[in-house]
């Protein structure tokens, strides 16, 4: 435990619970994360005093429990990444946020997200705490279409049966698979067939067309997304494979028609600031 801490505040905190069926576990999850996080005592002591259900006081403990393990394997020093200030102002508020969570998605979500404040000395406080402070206050439909966005197999692609998941291609009409002799390339663009944007979105979180319009509306005043204007697309790009030999001839050779829009509904959609926000959050 480190110096600057204050055991304290912790004992008295868990004082207050003892004997209930959720003290040792708290115990043992704040002595961890104490162990990895400098300065946490208070913020760790303030929640664990102020929701005493035994639920709410599991979610935080694990969520501990999985900071103490992901902090370590990465030997960060977290006190040469944030001051005590930091420490407590992202640990309090987003804490609090996993103790009255409902959504597992989003609980997940805050433990990397506060994984990544803690350990990443590249990306600003001011950043960490933008990204984090969108998450608290979000909901979990809300999540859901991020995730679907910029998270999931894109629906308007469609590749070749028994072909690899190509995670890349979200983002290109051409992914070379670095393990294959082979690369994916557009084959053929379809307008007219399909869903659209909108009836997947809904059949993807299983609610009605408003519900589905507000949650894009909000996502992309925020600049998150830009659903909105895609919500009508049904662009489909179909994919087949291309040997790398004659990749140099076939690169050179145009393969989409130009009047022709280059991205489907989901490629659209996303903006530099949600790939950024997403990638935040994403589990390395």
Same mark, same amino acid.
């Not at 990204?131 to 590749?159: C, H, K, N």
């Not at 895609?230 to 790009?237: A, E, S, V």
């Given at each position: 435990?480190?110096d600057d801490d204050k055991p304290d505040e912790v004992s008295?905190?868990?004082?207050?619970?003892?004997?209930?069926?959720?003290?040792?576990?708290?115990?043992?999850?704040?002595?961890?994360?104490?162990?990895?996080?400098?300065?946490?005592?208070?913020?760790?002591?303030?929640?664990?005093?102020?929701?005493?259900?035994?639920?709410?006081?599991?979610?935080?403990?694990?969520?501990?429990?999985?900071?103490?393990?992901?902090?370590?394997?990465?030997?960060?020093?977290? $006190? &040469?990444?944030?001051?005590?200030?930091?420490?407590?102002?992202?640990?309090?508020?987003? @804490? /609090? +946020? %996993?103790?009255?969570?409902?959504?597992?998605?989003?609980?997940?979500?805050?433990?990397?997200?506060?994984?990544?404040?803690?350990?990443?000395?590249?990306?600003?406080?001011?950043?960490?705490?933008?990204?984090?402070?969108?998450?608290?206050?979000?909901?979990?439909?809300?999540?859901?279409?991020?995730?679907?966005?910029?998270?999931?197999?894109?629906?308007?692609?469609?590749?070749?049966?028994?072909?690899?998941?190509?995670?890349?291609?979200?983002?290109?009409?051409?992914?070379?698979?670095?393990?294959?002799?082979?690369?994916?390339?557009?084959?053929?663009?379809?307008?007219?067939?399909?869903?659209?944007?909108?009836?997947?979105?809904?059949?993807?979180?299983?609610? $009605? &067309?408003?519900?589905?319009?507000?949650?894009?509306?909000?996502?992309?005043?925020?600049? @998150? /997304? +830009? %659903?909105?204007?895609?919500?009508?697309?049904?662009?489909?790009?179909?994919?087949?494979?291309?040997?790398?030999?004659?990749?140099?001839?076939?690169?050179?050779?145009?393969?989409?028609?130009?009047?022709?829009?280059?991205?489907?509904?989901?490629?659209?959609?996303?903006?530099?600031?949600?790939?950024?926000?997403?990638?935040?959050?994403?589990?390395?």
């Amino acid at each position: 435990m480190a110096d600057d801490d204050k055991p304290d505040e912790v004992s008295v905190a868990l004082q207050q619970i003892r004997g209930s069926k959720v003290g040792g576990i708290a115990k043992t999850a704040a002595e961890a994360a104490l162990a990895v996080i400098p300065y946490a005592g208070g913020s760790i002591a303030s929640v664990i005093a102020s929701y005493r259900s035994g639920k709410q006081i599991e979610k935080v403990c694990d969520v501990l429990g999985q900071l103490h393990e992901r902090i370590k394997k990465t030997e960060t020093k977290v $006190e &040469e990444v944030l001051t005590e200030d930091q420490v407590n102002e992202v640990l309090h508020e987003s @804490l /609090t +946020a %996993v103790a009255v969570s409902s959504d597992q998605l989003k609980i997940d979500y805050l433990t990397t997200g506060l994984t990544r404040t803690f350990t990443d000395k590249d990306l600003s406080f001011d950043r960490k705490q933008l990204f984090l402070s969108s998450l608290r206050s979000m909901s979990g439909l809300e999540l859901r279409v991020l995730r679907f966005i910029y998270g999931d197999a894109d629906p308007f692609q469609t590749y070749p049966p028994l072909a690899p998941n190509p995670e890349a291609s979200y983002s290109s009409s051409i992914y070379v698979n670095p393990t294959s002799q082979f690369m994916w390339q557009v084959a053929k663009i379809t307008e007219d067939e399909g869903s659209t944007l909108l009836e997947e979105m809904q059949r993807r979180l299983d609610e $009605e &067309e408003p519900i589905v319009r507000g949650i894009a509306s909000k996502l992309d005043q925020q600049g @998150l /997304t +830009a %659903v909105g204007n895609n919500l009508t697309g049904r662009l489909r790009k179909i994919f087949k494979q291309v040997p790398l030999a004659m990749s140099a001839t076939t690169m050179s050779q145009p393969y989409l028609a130009p009047e022709l829009p280059k991205a489907t509904p989901i490629e659209a959609s996303q903006t530099p600031f949600g790939r950024s926000f997403f990638s935040f959050f994403r589990r390395p």
